[in-house]
């Protein structure tokens, strides 16, 4: 594709979406689906933040590689994102991993999972590759890192952002020069270097890189036949490139999404039990550091067609109320309280419970007299009655997963599993 000066660098680019991660930190959670179709923020799926702005930076095409336990995060797709038009050039692919290279080799890693489907993105006509990480939470226009990269003419542009170096080492850590050229990088070391004056801080890889897609097809290429290399951008063709060509770093807050109410710019990587209930429950503050009320960037998912939330009774003791709470529709807050919480679609909690610093995933019912707080409910449990999870540690640890920030995971396999040994 040739480019034009008059079109936007989003209309000659493609997303590629790399979400067959199982996310094993986030334990039961991922049993059933990948990292990336977790559920989050009451009505949307984790990915849906990255491809949701790839729609609002002016992408229209773009593919997305599955592996792990695929089934809920491509039924999502089909449901909630199938409105792109191949007569208007839209596309959105979805490529699971299929053994298309041989009968042994299934996306051996990141950079493999590009390289196994170079004819489909060839078939786009692009001039650029973003490539992207499926299971991260912010907002950014993809755009603004477009531009850098082009007027850089860099051959690989890397969205950064700066952590605390202690958590420095789940990341892949970059120094650079006053240019914001990358002139080291490493993936997820273990002592992580620091950014040069600021001891405390480390400059951390996004796991976003723009590239020229006629340059990434031939590396991809000479690294398919490299029999040392672990197919992996972090690993080996980033740190290739910045050997060897020009790296160049772009800063998160450059291109950061902001609507006015958040203070600062927001990502997050909501891959541990704390986190992810952290990152919902953070949605409950009067002013949360997520802004998911900004119609000017939408994040778009699978619209349920569902009635409104409904909440029924109002007598001493036996209210149904919701306060500091998300609620989403079809759900019914019956005789019960729910305070600093997030209720997902269906949710129905019965008449003298009480829900605290809870997130309840989609179809939760929670029976009478239940007692909850600081606790994280999988799709589908059925709460028995009287249930009190978050005021005994050791209790909650005998049945549930509890994490080391003392929040409580339930599934219904761990509920069956109490039955019976009560029974």
Request: glycine share 6%; proline share 4%.
């Amino acid at each position: 594709m040739k480019p034009r000066p008059n079109q936007r660098l989003s209309s000659q680019a493609m997303a590629f979406v790399l979400a067959g991660g199982r996310g094993s930190r986030l334990k039961e959670l991922t049993d059933r689906r990948a990292k990336p179709a977790v559920y989050f923020g009451g009505k949307t799926r984790i990915i849906d933040f990255a491809l949701s702005n790839a729609v609002n930076s002016g992408i229209r095409k773009m593919a997305i590689a599955t592996q792990y336990k695929a089934h809920s995060l491509i039924r999502h797709c089909q449901r909630g994102w199938n409105f792109f038009r191949a007569e208007r050039n839209e596309y959105l692919d979805i490529l699971p991993a299929s053994q298309r290279m041989d009968e042994v080799n299934w996306y051996r890693g990141t950079a493999d999972a590009v390289a196994q489907n170079i004819d489909i993105i060839d078939s786009y006509g692009i001039n650029y590759a973003i490539i992207l990480a499926g299971d991260h939470i912010y907002k950014m226009d993809y755009e603004v890192m477009l531009r850098q990269h082009v007027e850089a003419g860099a051959d690989v542009t890397i969205g950064c952002l700066t952590v605390a170096r202690k958590e420095a080492s789940a990341f892949g850590v970059m120094h650079v020069d006053k240019d914001m050229r990358i002139t080291d990088f490493l993936e997820k070391p273990k002592d992580p270097p620091a950014i040069p004056g600021d001891p405390d801080h480390a400059l951390a890889s996004m796991g976003i890189y723009i590239f020229d897609w006629a340059f990434l097809r031939d590396l991809l290429l000479k690294d398919m036949s490299d029999d040392s290399s672990t197919h992996d951008f972090g690993f080996d063709l980033i740190p290739y490139i910045v050997k060897n060509g020009k790296a160049v770093a772009h800063k998160f807050a450059d291109s950061c999404v902001m609507s006015g109410l958040e203070t600062e710019p927001y990502w997050r990587d909501v891959g541990t039990i704390d986190a992810f209930w952290q990152a919902n429950i953070d949605l409950t503050d009067f002013v949360p550091k997520l802004d998911l009320y900004d119609s000017a960037w939408p994040i778009w998912t699978y619209a349920e067609i569902v009635p409104p939330a409904k909440f029924i009774h109002d007598e001493d003791g036996r209210r149904g109320s919701a306060v500091s709470s998300l609620v989403s529709g079809d759900c019914i807050v019956s005789g019960s309280a729910v305070s600093n919480s997030l209720l997902f679609t269906g949710c129905r909690t019965h008449s003298f419970s009480s829900l605290e610093y809870v997130v309840a995933l989609p179809q939760v019912i929670v029976n009478r007299k239940a007692q909850l707080r600081n606790c994280v409910i999988d799709r589908g449990v059925v709460i028995p009655e009287g249930l009190v999870v978050g005021e005994d540690a050791e209790e909650d640890a005998k049945w549930f997963r509890r994490s080391e920030g003392g929040i409580v995971l339930i599934t219904q396999d761990m509920l069956d599993a109490r039955a019976r040994a009560l029974s």
